[in-house]
């Protein structure tokens, strides 16, 4: 089992920064795939980013490229999402996930994921 905690959402206005931290305890951290997605109301969860096990690779989708950078400490066990230039559209609840290595590349899908966290809140005003 491993268990997550997401921190650092809040209330941003547009243009703003915020930076998401997830802790993990449990299972060895460096052997899982790390996700974030999110999740608008009344609708489907998301994928925003993941990062490789080593921390190598890292995967965007497009909506937050050039904009969210994620990262990794593996002595902390501990992921990152560090958000810039916030829009409304960004307005979530942004949830961290584990995931072990089953496919050539890091998964950027849910069932790709085995842990989640129970998610933290963000609202960007316009």
């Known amino acids: 089992q491993v268990q997550l905690v997401e921190s650092g959402g809040g209330l941003v206005q547009a243009g703003g920064s915020l930076r998401l931290s997830c802790a993990a305890s449990?299972?060895?951290?460096?052997?899982?795939?790390m996700g974030w997605f999110r999740q608008a109301p009344g609708k489907e969860r998301g994928f925003v980013a993941a990062?490789?096990?080593?921390?190598?690779?890292?995967y965007y989708a497009d909506s937050v490229k050039g904009r969210f950078t994620i990262s990794r400490d593996n002595a902390k066990n501990t992921v990152y999402l560090q958000m810039n230039s916030l829009k409304p559209e960004d307005t979530a609840v942004y949830y961290c996930?584990?995931?072990?290595?089953?496919?050539?590349?890091?998964?950027?899908?849910?069932?790709?994921?085995?842990?989640w966290g129970q998610g933290t809140q963000v609202t960007v005003s316009a």
């Open positions: 996930a584990a995931g072990r290595r089953r496919t050539i590349v890091v998964g950027t899908t849910t069932p790709y994921y085995d842990y």
């Open positions: 449990g299972r060895t951290f460096s052997n899982y795939d």
């Open positions: 990062i490789s096990m080593s921390g190598g690779s890292t």
